[in-house]
């Protein structure tokens, strides 16, 4: 193993989603909770990830309840599917952020939804109240389903909203600078609290916001949060290779992941940029039993509680394609020979990549007439992400092969039963991490995320 190798960590993350998680009968777990506006049930997730060794809990955002195609909720809203409950983020990091000393959390806020001044104000608080541990996952919010709360801002094509989101970025880190090193000066004696000549307006003129500045309160511990995005777009990835330090990867195969990263990292170095210190995280399921066939048993077991209706209704949107009203015993040929024409492009976002996943699926066994039921049921059990299935030692593995070949930097684990899949993961699969070298130790000081990461300026 070269130094080069030897001297990467591995970053760990926690997926704090609910009812559903990427599996999509997450809350039907025997072993989960299910009253997600408790807060301690929150705290304690969070003092557990700490404990365990993860570097982050990642907080993801939707602005409206899960909706599919032909603006159909219900169906996600009975059972419970992923997002069903969706907290302020902003609120939920606060309360997790003042349980733990360091732990780093990612807020994911909306560009597209949200104005600047407030985006910079709300990050710079949580970096204030958090001391240095916060990133923000920068969305643009893109579908119809998330406009329909916000009637009074224009519906904004792909193209606008990244538009948007850069002149977003470039307000708030004015902003966040707005304020010079020693502006408090707090002499009761003088009467003097702040230094007017180390505090300055900002005077932005852009394409589509105009503001004064100077932000209300000075910059955080961290100066300004770490920014991560999720894009994997043409103009996703350029977006990620300007502002970003950490990329958020939902692939299928260490192939995805190694040519995601290497290509934003290219993308990076061209503007000049430090391709080393950009980091990949993708989203994983472990599925860990005492023995091999134990966890084969439970991976089985996961499937059963997916229900049908709510699998059937995700991979619509996944693939642009209603296949609500199909028998599940249809051939998933049949349904999409049917279902193509004009009106077959409204896939999720970036869910284009939902068809070379099927592909890989049907190549599995080419041979089996594989049904829309069959289908449904492999999207809804982990959102296409890897899930990987076996004793806590062959779960390292698959973790350890990816992170060496150089496919990633780290994982977002996706819980099969919340919390409880974060407890079983740290307790099981972290140690045998962290004997190999690959993750830190427990801290015994605080630390921001910026240290954690190794991203110091």
């Given at each position: 193993m070269s130094s080069s190798v030897a001297k990467r960590r591995m970053f760990l993350a926690g997926y704090i989603l609910v009812p559903g998680s990427h599996f999509a009968g997450m809350w039907r777990h025997p072993y989960s909770e299910t009253d997600f506006c408790d807060p301690d049930l929150f705290k304690d997730t969070a003092i557990t990830l700490e404990r365990g060794g993860f570097d982050l809990a990642f907080i993801p955002e939707s602005l409206s309840v899960t909706t599919g195609l032909n603006d159909d909720y219900e169906t996600f809203l009975k059972h419970g599917a992923v997002g069903a409950i969706r907290h302020d983020p902003s609120q939920l990091v606060c309360l997790m952020a003042s349980v733990t000393r360091s732990l780093g959390?990612?807020?994911?806020?909306?560009?597209?939804?949200?104005?600047?001044?407030?985006?910079?104000?709300?990050?710079?608080?949580?970096?204030?109240?958090?001391?240095?541990?916060?990133?923000?996952?920068?969305?643009?919010?893109?579908?119809?389903?998330?406009?329909?709360?916000?009637?009074?801002?224009?519906?904004?094509?792909?193209?606008?909203?990244?538009?948007?989101?850069?002149?977003?970025?470039?307000?708030?880190?004015?902003?966040?600078?707005?304020?010079?090193?020693?502006?408090v000066v707090a002499d009761k004696a003088s009467g003097v609290y702040a230094d007017t000549g180390k505090v300055h307006t900002i005077d932005h003129t852009g394409a589509q916001f105009q503001l004064r500045g100077p932000l209300s309160l000075p910059a955080g511990p961290a100066g300004e949060p770490i920014l991560m995005s999720v894009g994997v777009s043409p103009r996703g990835r350029d977006f990620s290779a300007k502002w970003v330090d950490v990329i958020f990867a939902i692939q299928a195969d260490a192939k995805g992941?190694?040519?995601?990263?290497?290509?934003?990292?290219?993308?990076?170095?061209?503007?000049?940029?430090?391709?080393?210190?950009?980091?990949?995280?993708?989203?994983?399921?472990?599925?860990?039993g005492?023995?091999?066939?134990?966890?084969?048993?439970?991976?089985?077991?996961?499937?059963?509680?997916?229900?049908?209706?709510?699998?059937?209704?995700?991979?619509?949107?996944?693939?642009?394609?209603?296949?609500?009203?199909?028998?599940?015993?249809?051939?998933?040929?049949?349904?999409?020979?049917?279902t193509a024409g004009p009106s077959s492009n409204r896939a999720a976002v970036d869910g284009g990549a939902a068809f070379p996943w099927l592909d890989r699926i049907r190549?599995?066994?080419?041979?089996?007439?594989?049904?829309?039921?069959?289908?449904?049921?492999?999207?809804?059990?982990?959102?296409?992400?890897?899930?990987?299935?076996?004793?806590?030692?062959?779960?390292?593995?698959?973790?350890?092969?990816?992170?060496?070949?150089?496919a990633c930097d780290g994982f977002v684990i996706t819980p099969t039963h919340f919390p409880g899949s974060f407890d079983e993961f740290s307790r099981s699969v972290v140690p045998i991490l962290r004997e190999r070298g690959h993750v830190r130790e427990a801290a015994q000081e605080p630390l921001t995320l910026r240290q954690r990461l190794g991203l110091q300026s």
């Amino acid at each position: 193993m070269s130094s080069s190798v030897a001297k990467r960590r591995m970053f760990l993350a926690g997926y704090i989603l609910v009812p559903g998680s990427h599996f999509a009968g997450m809350w039907r777990h025997p072993y989960s909770e299910t009253d997600f506006c408790d807060p301690d049930l929150f705290k304690d997730t969070a003092i557990t990830l700490e404990r365990g060794g993860f570097d982050l809990a990642f907080i993801p955002e939707s602005l409206s309840v899960t909706t599919g195609l032909n603006d159909d909720y219900e169906t996600f809203l009975k059972h419970g599917a992923v997002g069903a409950i969706r907290h302020d983020p902003s609120q939920l990091v606060c309360l997790m952020a003042s349980v733990t000393r360091s732990l780093g959390f990612t807020v994911t806020l909306s560009t597209t939804f949200m104005e600047p001044y407030h985006l910079a104000r709300t990050l710079s608080t949580l970096d204030h109240f958090s001391r240095g541990r916060i990133s923000w996952n920068v969305v643009t919010s893109a579908g119809p389903s998330n406009g329909h709360n916000f009637g009074h801002f224009p519906k904004l094509t792909s193209p606008e909203s990244y538009d948007r989101a850069e002149e977003t970025l470039e307000i708030c880190r004015k902003l966040w600078q707005s304020w010079d090193p020693g502006a408090v000066v707090a002499d009761k004696a003088s009467g003097v609290y702040a230094d007017t000549g180390k505090v300055h307006t900002i005077d932005h003129t852009g394409a589509q916001f105009q503001l004064r500045g100077p932000l209300s309160l000075p910059a955080g511990p961290a100066g300004e949060p770490i920014l991560m995005s999720v894009g994997v777009s043409p103009r996703g990835r350029d977006f990620s290779a300007k502002w970003v330090d950490v990329i958020f990867a939902i692939q299928a195969d260490a192939k995805g992941m190694f040519e995601l990263r290497a290509d934003v990292r290219r993308r990076a170095a061209e503007r000049g940029r430090d391709p080393e210190k950009i980091f990949l995280l993708t989203a994983v399921q472990p599925v860990i039993g005492e023995t091999e066939e134990i966890a084969r048993a439970r991976a089985h077991y996961l499937d059963e509680i997916i229900h049908p209706d709510v699998a059937i209704a995700f991979l619509s949107g996944m693939i642009g394609r209603d296949a609500t009203g199909y028998d599940p015993e249809t051939p998933i040929d049949d349904v999409l020979e049917q279902t193509a024409g004009p009106s077959s492009n409204r896939a999720a976002v970036d869910g284009g990549a939902a068809f070379p996943w099927l592909d890989r699926i049907r190549e599995e066994d080419e041979t089996r007439t594989w049904t829309l039921k069959d289908i449904a049921i492999r999207m809804a059990r982990s959102t296409s992400t890897p899930r990987l299935v076996g004793t806590p030692e062959q779960v390292a593995d698959q973790l350890e092969s990816y992170f060496l070949e150089g496919a990633c930097d780290g994982f977002v684990i996706t819980p099969t039963h919340f919390p409880g899949s974060f407890d079983e993961f740290s307790r099981s699969v972290v140690p045998i991490l962290r004997e190999r070298g690959h993750v830190r130790e427990a801290a015994q000081e605080p630390l921001t995320l910026r240290q954690r990461l190794g991203l110091q300026s």
